[in-house]
């Protein structure tokens, strides 16, 4: 890579969270890989985005490890200085059922936990050496369902983001004598295209700021962890969520 460029490899990109991070980081020249199921999309454009995006399913471990691959390719032995695992799906029973302990079937809570934490961990396992050659950071998107019962988030979606809390400290304590930091954040209630009928009443209720966050809120604390500004902090769970955690 050519100058002082940084390069940030992205899951998630298409939507929302995802779609406001690719913006914040091209707007201060970062390269950025995206990660998508999808095929590359023009309602997400950046400039170099068609040709830095990897379609991969993140749920099949054999695809899996054919994307690190690619991605490994893609940067052609350069360094990679941010992975933000933003990636999650948050599958929902007949007519948007919340699915708890006791309705969710075992094989779909497999495929939670492959996409929201398998994935996290196995790409940061399989980038290691370009994370430790930049003195890179990860960022595991988390969320506040990790942390209490939610009412729209299921069981296999809460216990997955728990797990992937978790596991933030375990990799910031086993990826720090590399040099590379790791931290999440857990947003909230952010003003995305899966906010669930009924928000409405715990924005009145449960957040003391009184209205949703925008994934533009997001993404600026996404792009202080990967900056130098965050040079000393890892570990952290940063709540985005108007002070609805407290």
Same mark, same amino acid.
């Given at each position: 890579?050519?100058?002082?460029?940084?390069?940030?490899?992205?899951?998630?990109?298409?939507?929302?969270?995802?779609?406001?991070?690719?913006?914040?980081?091209?707007?201060?020249?970062?390269?950025?890989?995206?990660?998508?199921?999808?095929?590359?999309?023009?309602?997400?454009?950046?400039?170099?985005?068609?040709?830095?995006?990897?379609?991969?399913?993140?749920?099949?471990?054999?695809?899996?490890?054919?994307?690190?691959?690619?991605?490994?390719?893609?940067?052609?032995?350069?360094?990679?200085?941010?992975?933000?695992?933003?990636?999650?799906?948050?599958?929902?029973?007949?007519?948007?059922?919340?699915?708890?302990?006791? !309705?969710?079937?075992?094989?779909?809570?497999?495929?939670?936990?492959?996409?929201?934490?398998?994935?996290?961990?196995?790409?940061?396992?399989? #980038?290691?050496?370009?994370?430790?050659?930049?003195?890179?950071?990860?960022?595991?998107?988390?969320?506040?369902?990790?942390?209490?019962?939610?009412?729209?988030?299921?069981?296999?979606?809460? @216990?997955?983001?728990?797990?992937?809390?978790?596991?933030?400290?375990?990799?910031?304590? !086993?990826?720090?004598?590399?040099?590379?930091?790791?931290?999440?954040?857990?947003?909230?209630?952010?003003?995305?295209?899966?906010?669930?009928?009924?928000?409405?009443?715990?924005?009145?209720?449960?957040?003391?700021?009184?209205? #949703?966050? @925008?994934?533009?809120?997001?993404?600026?604390?996404?792009?202080?962890?990967?900056?130098?500004?965050?040079?000393?902090?890892?570990?952290?769970?940063?709540?985005?969520?108007?002070?609805?955690?407290?």
């Amino acid at each position: 890579m050519a100058g002082n460029t940084r390069t940030l490899v992205l899951t998630g990109a298409s939507r929302g969270i995802g779609h406001a991070t690719v913006k914040k980081f091209g707007a201060s020249g970062w390269r950025i890989i995206t990660i998508s199921r999808q095929p590359f999309s023009a309602l997400c454009p950046w400039p170099g985005g068609e040709k830095n995006h990897v379609q991969l399913d993140l749920g099949d471990p054999v695809e899996l490890g054919r994307g690190i691959e690619e991605i490994r390719h893609r940067l052609g032995g350069d360094g990679l200085h941010a992975l933000v695992n933003n990636a999650a799906i948050s599958p929902k029973g007949p007519n948007g059922k919340r699915l708890g302990a006791m !309705d969710t079937p075992f094989d779909l809570w497999r495929q939670v936990f492959n996409v929201n934490f398998f994935a996290p961990v196995a790409l940061a396992r399989g #980038l290691v050496e370009e994370l430790s050659k930049a003195q890179g950071c990860v960022v595991n998107v988390t969320s506040i369902a990790g942390s209490r019962v939610h009412p729209f988030a299921g069981s296999a979606y809460a @216990t997955s983001k728990a797990a992937l809390a978790s596991l933030t400290r375990e990799m910031a304590h !086993d990826f720090g004598p590399r040099g590379i930091r790791v931290n999440a954040i857990a947003p909230g209630e952010i003003d995305t295209a899966i906010l669930s009928p009924g928000t409405e009443k715990i924005v009145e209720e449960q957040i003391p700021m009184r209205r #949703l966050g @925008t994934p533009d809120e997001v993404a600026d604390v996404v792009h202080f962890l990967c900056e130098k500004g965050a040079s000393y902090v890892s570990g952290a769970e940063i709540q985005i969520n108007g002070g609805q955690h407290v």
